[in-house]
């Protein structure tokens, strides 16, 4: 069949773990193939030896009937074959236009004005906004990122297209457009693989599931043969039997207070009077599309940029000033500035200062207490890796998230900063993570939730705000409604006075 994509008895290990056990998996042309499983089933190993990443220790990849070259991007690619990774892959000194200028559009010859006219009309065919072809990609978010990954993916006019959660950071009003961009692809006759692990979007755009669980296929179906239920115990390969503890009610002494927090860059308000209290055992979520203050408010509470004008208290002292008990911060972008991927595990959680000063017997680093904690945390937060030693490169999207969020929560802050927390999470570990902060949080912690992610801001927010264009808007008890505040993140609602 013209445009059939076989991966024919595929295994591929890394040391003792195999990530792939001779894996057959099949997309056809004009269909959405939706690729599920938990963190570290083996979906990006995968996608990565299709896509020539990687080489696979036995089994091959065929389009068309025809063997590809293992372990050659070049070869998927002149084949046919597009990817959009997880962890957008694009330079960071580079401009908008000099990155899609690395795509396919230089194929026709194009000037590098001519390749961002050519990009800006194909983003709004897909209702993308572009910001400036000339911005810096290290002014972007990591929303904007994606997308621009996926323009320059479709630039080349792929056959085949391969998305790793490519929806993670998306607005609801933006889900809709980019699932029927998808079905768009797919009437035109190209495959998609569609990588994710949200369960309601693979039901509503898929046209075929398969289900990976420890490197293995174990279930292939489609959307009308199954629920969301069964998807779920089928990924776990059992019953989810995660409990949520009952929330404290956010009843403590005051930990964290913002007061009008201004934020302006290059002569623009990012941040306009961001005024927040919190108390001890609460947690409030701030839901937002990302672009709005999100990111630089994180960075201004884990001290890596200074407020224009206003304070940032913690137990009434400004932190780095006598205050005992820190901020501590897991970051949206765990890759670039979550973790160094080139350390090993114990060295990345030395990473946070409270750990490191806790690490350390009269100025001298004790790397044996340190592994002793990681060997401890990578059992309590379940993160699949093989000892301390290993690096966090090679640990999965989802594992090197637990490993965030068991450093931050280790530190023992006052308060707890989450951005996009179970970002890359699948159904089970999400649920667990969600267990964890709302225990930390019921020990006597304030924990701040910054969400692109309507479902995990409901479920952990004991109060909910909404920012936009920079303010921050809390909502009344009696708007807490995914459709009111899915309106007040798109600005198509305004806030109570």
Known sequence: MKGLLQAVA??????????????????????????????????????????????????????????????????????????????????????????????????????????????????????????????SLEELSIAQRMRLEILRALSFEPRVLILDEPTGLLAPDELSGFLELLRGLRDRGRSVVLITHKLAEAMAVADRI??????????????????????????????????????????????????????????????????????????????GVDGNGQRELAEILAGARAPT????????????????????????????????????????????????????????????????????LIKQFAIRARNPRQKAADLSGGHRQRLMAARAIAAGPAVLVAHDLTRGLDVKAAAEMARTIREFANQGAAVLLISTDLEEVFELGDRIAVISGGRLYEVAAEERTTQHVGLLMSGAARPRD
């Open 210 to 287: 398969t289900m990976l669980r420890t490197g293995r296929i174990v279930d292939e179906t489609a959307p009308a043969q199954t629920t969301l239920e069964e998807l779920a115990v089928k990924m776990v390969g059992g019953a989810l039997a995660v409990t949520q503890p009952q929330a404290a009610g956010g009843s403590g002494d005051e930990v964290l207070r913002l007061e009008d927090l201004v934020l302006e860059v290059d002569g623009r308000t990012v941040l306009d009077r961001i005024s927040v209290r919190l108390r001890a055992g609460e947690i409030l979520a701030i839901a």
């Open 309 to 376: 004008r206003g304070r940032v208290l913690v137990d009434g002292t400004p932190p780095g000033c006598g205050a005992t008990r820190p901020i501590t911060v897991i970051p949206q972008n765990r890759d670039r500035e979550g973790l160094i991927l080139d350390l090993e595990l114990w060295e990345n959680l030395l990473l946070e200062p409270a750990l490191r000063r806790r690490m350390q017997w009269f100025g001298i680093q004790r790397r044996s207490a340190a592994l002793t904690l990681c060997g401890r």
């Open 10 to 135: 595929v295994s591929k290990r890394f040391g003792p773990v195999a990530a792939l056990d001779g894996v057959n998996f099949t997309a056809r042309p004009g269909e959405i193939h939706a690729l599920l499983g938990e963190n570290g089933a083996g979906k990006t190993t995968l996608m990565n030896v299709i896509a020539g990443h990687l080489r696979p220790d036995s089994g091959i990849v065929m389009l068309d009937g025809v063997g590809l070259k293992s372990g050659s991007p070049q070869t998927a690619l002149r084949a046919g074959i597009a990817t959009v990774h997880q962890s957008p892959m694009l330079f960071e000194r580079l401009s908008i236009a000099e990155n899609l200028a690395l795509g396919g559009f230089v194929r026709r010859g194009l000037a590098l004005d001519q390749v961002a006219e050519k990009a800006s009309m194909l983003a709004r065919s897909l209702g993308f906004p572009l910001p400036h072809p000339k911005t």
